[in-house]
């Protein structure tokens, strides 16, 4: 059961981490093809998209602004409140 919590936790921090840092590098705009960030750039992109693009469907920006990534937060943050609370 704690190992389950763990890695619940783990799975949740990392997707945080991961929407943050495409939060930050769509303001700085970093270029997917630098040496040194474009591998990280990529990657960051590659894992979040695939949880971001359903909800632009549903939500296109609004005025220049992007709220997919708050929605994402804000869902993965409510699902691990449930399975919490199932546990």
């Known amino acids: ?3 389950f919590i763990q890695l619940i936790n783990l799975v949740y921090y990392a997707l945080v981490i991961l ?9 700085v705009r ?3 093809y630098h040496p040194t960030w474009g591998p990280i750039a990529r990657f960051v992109y590659q894992a979040t998209e695939p ?7 549903y939500l296109p920006p609004q005025a220049g602004l992007d709220l997919s990534p708050m929605i994402l ?3 993965i943050y409510i699902l691990r409140a449930i399975l919490f609370s199932l546990l």
């Open 1 to 3: 059961m704690i190992i």
């Open 73 to 75: 937060l804000f869902g």
């Open 51 to 57: 949880l971001l693009a359903p909800i632009r469907r």
């Open 30 to 32: 970093v270029d997917p």
């Open 19 to 27: 929407i943050f840092a495409r939060f930050i590098f769509s303001w």
